[in-house]
Every structure is written in structure tokens, then in C-alpha cells.
């Protein structure tokens, strides 16, 4: 299993980035996938969730109306839209098999300041 983040970076609060996620050496269309975000000194956060069809999503309180998860199956890539950054979402985001303990990526960083 591999997962490979990219598209974070610096931007000022209320702007957007899109991560991505590259999967590989799994049957990706068949695994509900998910994005988590750590913070300097805090503990993993669950953000969003998306079932293998891609029509049914989740998203944390914090995100909903923010973010948004999506997928290519014929790609193995899994996408996060984020607008309207606030300074507090601030944070390494990882992607995921939606499994409890699962392998993750490496991550991308994520930084909203003015």
C-alpha cells in the first residue's frame, strides 16, 4: 500500500487549496477512503470520509460546508477541496484507507497565516 499527499502550502485565511492523493498497490475503487489531519501538538483529527462509490461523504463538524472529499477510482486518486481556510486548520493532512490503524501517507502541510 502506497499513499502519496501533495498540494498543501502557505495561504492566507479565507483562501483554498486542493490536496491530492495518489494511491497505489491496492484495489483503490474498492476501499472507502479518508482524510485526518494532525496539528503541532495535538492528536489526529478525522476530516472527511468517502465511500467507494464516491456519492456518500462525511465531514467533521469543523470542515462541513468547507471542504470537500472527492475521487477519481479510474485515476486512484483522492481529492481534498478546501476553501475558506481559517488559521486552525493549520495542520499535516494525511490520507487513508477509512480502517481504524491503517497505513497512511506521509503527509502535506497545510499552513493558514496572515
Known amino acids: 500500500v502506497q499513499l502519496v499527499e501533495s498540494g498543501g502550502g502557505m495561504v492566507q485565511p479565507g483562501g483554498s487549496l486542493r490536496l491530492s492523493c495518489a494511491a497505489s498497490?491496492?484495489?483503490?475503487?474498492?476501499?472507502?477512503m479518508k482524510w485526518v489531519r494532525q496539528a503541532p501538538g495535538k492528536g489526529p483529527e478525522w476530516v472527511s470520509t468517502?465511500?467507494?462509490?464516491?456519492?456518500?461523504?462525511y465531514y467533521a463538524d469543523s470542515v462541513k460546508g468547507r471542504f470537500t472529499i472527492s475521487r477519481d477510482n479510474a485515476k486512484n486518486m483522492l481529492y481534498l477541496q478546501m476553501n475558506s481556510l481559517k488559521p486552525e486548520d493549520t495542520a499535516l493532512y494525511y490520507c487513508?484507507?477509512?480502517?481504524?490503524?491503517?497505513?497512511r501517507g506521509q503527509g502535506t502541510q497545510v499552513t493558514v497565516s496572515s
Open positions: 498497490g491496492f484495489l483503490f475503487s474498492t476501499w472507502d
Open positions: 468517502i465511500h467507494t462509490g464516491g456519492s456518500n461523504t
Open positions: 487513508a484507507r477509512a480502517v481504524a490503524n491503517g497505513p
